[in-house]
């Protein structure tokens, strides 16, 4: 079933967890996910991100998307993840994505606001929410290796934090505290103490990005102070290339690409419910 970004997040408050934002710009990511988030019963977001466009484009793999939401046993929210446009989240928001991220982290912090508050204009008529997004990380939504590690120059500030808030009514804020996107080089250090204080001075949940390749444990850490949705793609993709290269080198005999398929969605689908236990408290 569909529903909005603000009922997922409250039933993350409500459960004391974060919900799982999976991009899935493939088939096999969306089925994975969609399976991994109802074997549990958890509700989940489906993400797709504008960078993800030389994979799929959003007017392709976005209906496929919302019709397996709306088919699924369990709550699902449709999502624009890093729009970099106000055109691009209209093309989410008119196919009937239910949530859109606009992500002008790296603009000047007036037009970052003048653009977001906007954002937050144009999904209201459509019914949505927005996630807004201030500070920086570095790496990119495709996972590319060639990243370094996070910046604390680059970190979100508390006080600015507010203030973007308020002047843009987003329902949650993506925010930079040691986290980065792909595949990390180094160990995260993760400032745990300014999660705490970007969640009081904003009044609304937290997201993370740059989910993948953190422990357990880490997770754990943040979701106790205040972080209510986690992105998570890197290292997914990677599990799933995994999963289709072992079963070439096991096989030889394998000549059509749907058992590639197939290995491929199994092993997205056995590291998106590790994370998605992780994220829920599920054990087992």
């Known amino acids: 079933m569909l529903i909005g970004l603000k009922e997922a997040l409250s039933y993350a408050d409500s459960h004391s967890c974060a919900i799982a934002a999976v991009n899935t ?3 096999e990511s969306l089925v994975a996910t969609i399976r991994v988030a109802e074997k549990h019963q958890v509700p989940v977001i489906l993400a797709h991100a504008q960078s993800h466009e030389k994979i799929n484009r959003i007017t392709d793999i976005g209906p496929a998307m919302l019709e397996l939401a709306r088919r699924s ?4 929210v ?13 093309t989410g ?3 009937g994505f239910t949530s859109v991220m606009l992500d002008g982290s790296r603009l000047p912090f007036e037009e970052n606001v003048a653009r977001t508050a906007e954002a937050v204009r144009i999904a209201r008529s459509f019914g949505a929410d927005v996630e807004g997004e201030l500070g920086v990380m570095t790496g990119n939504e495709n996972g590319d290796p060639d990243q370094g590690v996070a910046d604390e120059a680059l970190y979100t500030d508390p006080e600015v934090a507010g203030q973007f808030v308020e002047r843009t009514g987003v329902a949650c804020l993506a925010a930079s505290f040691g986290t980065v996107h792909g595949l990390y080089h180094r160990e995260p250090h993760l400032d745990l103490d300014l999660i705490s204080r970007l969640r009081a001075r904003t009044g609304v949940p937290i997201v993370m990005h740059g989910g993948s390749g953190l422990s357990q444990d880490e997770y754990r850490a943040c979701i106790a102070r205040g972080v209510r949705k986690i992105n998570y793609y890197t290292y997914s993709a990677k599990a799933g290339l995994d999963g289709a290269r072992a079963l070439l080198a096991d096989r030889a005999g394998v000549f059509v690409y749907p058992d590639v398929a197939v290995a491929a969605t199994d092993a997205i689908a056995e590291d998106v419910g590790s994370f998605v236990r992780c994220l ?5």
């Open 73 to 76: 046993s369990v709550p699902c």
């Open 25 to 27: 710009p493939v088939f």
């Open 280 to 284: 829920y408290g599920i054990g087992g």
């Open 93 to 95: 928001l008119e196919l």
């Open 78 to 90: 449709v999502h624009v993840d890093h729009g970099e446009d106000l055109d691009y989240i209209r």
